[in-house]
């Protein structure tokens, strides 16, 4: 289940599950949107991105759907595996800057 | 591939002192570098851009004089905070864009966890 404390919202899934994090981004003008993996003491890793001309784009074992109307941004993980374990961002770049802005991020517990 | 490094990974000072972080990006030239702070259990928030021969630009709230930036090559960007306090303690990370590069894709470094007692 997820919940939601006072500090990263937190999704525990079983192992083999598949998992949905979600993201609300906060700009309209923003054009390309990232989700990265935090490991604990490290730095973000890239999994996916997507441009704003698309709705869905697909990697292994990843997926990324967009939903401009409602600024929403979602990361599917498919067969979740305990390497999956982390705490995930979704990032966003505003149109005509290199800037990006990152979500609260949620962290995903795998349960064996 | 495009690798980020920082160094050092962890560093202790103490309160008052001032400590350098290096950022360099190892097989690439990079003309923007990004500084970013990271408390516990919160998000990545942006300090400052920084661009190579040019003076960095700072978001809302950073304080130039304490967070000195320089962008002295198409490799390498350092971080200096200056007289560091305790409320300073927190995990910096840089992130570089590929010079010449068609998309906003940014590279990140491992991040260096600055404890200051």
């Known amino acids: 289940g997820e919940s939601v404390g006072l500090h990263l919202p937190t999704l525990s899934v079983q192992e083999g599950d598949n998992s949905i994090i979600n993201c609300a981004y906060s700009?309209?003008?923003?054009?390309?949107f990232i989700w990265y993996k935090q490991e604990s003491g490290k730095g973000p890793q890239f999994i996916i991105d997507?441009?704003?001309?698309?709705d869905k784009r697909q990697g292994q074992r990843v997926t990324v759907l967009l939903n401009k109307t409602v600024k929403h941004l979602s990361l599917q993980i498919a067969a979740t595996q305990p390497g999956d374990s982390a705490v995930y961002f979704c990032?966003?770049?505003?149109?005509?800057?290199?800037?990006?802005?990152f979500g609260t991020g949620t962290r995903l517990k795998v349960l064996a | 591939g495009a690798v980020v490094s920082q160094h050092p990974s962890r560093v202790i000072c103490k309160s008052g002192t001032s400590v350098k972080i290096e950022c360099r990006s190892l097989d690439f030239q990079a003309t923007t570098m990004f500084w970013y702070r990271q408390f516990p259990k919160q998000s990545l928030m942006l300090m400052a851009t920084?661009?190579?021969?040019?003076?960095?630009?700072?978001e809302q709230g950073v304080e130039k004089d304490k967070f000195l930036i320089n962008h002295a090559s198409l490799t390498l960007s350092t971080l200096t905070v200056t007289s560091a306090h305790p409320e300073d303690s927190s995990f910096y990370i840089c992130?570089?864009?590929?010079?010449?590069?068609?998309?906003?894709?940014?590279?990140f470094g491992p991040g260096t966890r600055l404890t200051v007692t």
């Open positions: 990032a966003e770049n505003i149109q005509g800057t290199y800037k990006y802005i």
């Open positions: 920084s661009n190579e021969g040019s003076k960095a630009t700072y």
């Open positions: 997507i441009r704003s001309n698309m």
């Open positions: 700009n309209s003008a923003s054009d390309y």
């Open positions: 992130s570089a864009i590929k010079r010449g590069s068609p998309s906003y894709e940014q590279y």
